[in-house]
């Protein structure tokens, strides 16, 4: 503690103390400031407790995990006694910049809006570390005072089970049967079949099972078709077909 002013010598003065510097620490740190009396003869004390709040740092993320196709803001809170930095760093460099952070420097408490620039183009997840540093403890020469997310985008994903090459829908002229096909897509899918061929759902997002009956064939003749299921992603149509067929009716009358 630092005594700032006042001469100690008349009555009823104000005496004013200071912190010598700002407490790094994160706990509170405490005094006592003794006052003892001068005249002769007397022997009076008093002294008085002094407290300097702990050093605050703490910060947090609302989504370390965002969607292939999202792009949409998200929330890093920060609440500190002084300055503080944000710093970026890429897991892989041939794809690094992808995440944008609206402000990487202030004092105090702050909410930072932060979000994936576009959507993930890549066949595998991408991922950066974001990193909050105090810059009181950095001056310093406390370099470990540091808050670390790891935040990941996840890649473009669109699979169906089974495959085309594991299935052919095949049904009889009068068939009651259903097929099941698993979707499993990072954004929006749709699918186009036959008349004749009725999906429990046509369209969807993310993962859904699909399962697919045919109308009785009356006709003579035998029916086929493709099944697609179809997602538009960055521009760039994907698709899964299937072979469909259905036998003939047959009557006879032997």
Known sequence: VLFRSGTGSENGEQLVFAAKNRNLEFEDRSAKVGLHSTQVGNTMSQ????????????????????GAFQTSSHDLTIHSSGDWTIDVAYKDSADGNWLNIDKLQGEGDAVIKYNAKTGNPLDKDRSA??????????????SN????????????????????????LAYGAIDDKSVSILVNCSIDWAIECPDWLIPSQRNGSNRATV???A???????????????????LDKARDFTFDVTQSAFEFNSD
């Open 129 to 142: 570390i974001v990193s909050v540093k105090s810059v009181p403890h950095i001056s310093a020469g406390i």
């Open 145 to 168: 005072v540091v808050k670390s997310f790891d935040i990941t985008q996840s890649k473009y994903i669109f699979e169906v089970e089974p495959t085309p090459d594991m299935l052919a």
């Open 211 to 213: 399962t697919f009956k």
């Open 215 to 233: 109308q009785n064939n009356l006709a003579r003749a035998s029916r086929s078709g493709k099944l697609v299921i179809k997602s538009m992603y």
């Open 47 to 66: 002294s008085v407790d002094v407290r300097q709040d702990k050093f605050i740092f703490d910060a947090g993320i609302s989504e370390s995990n965002i």
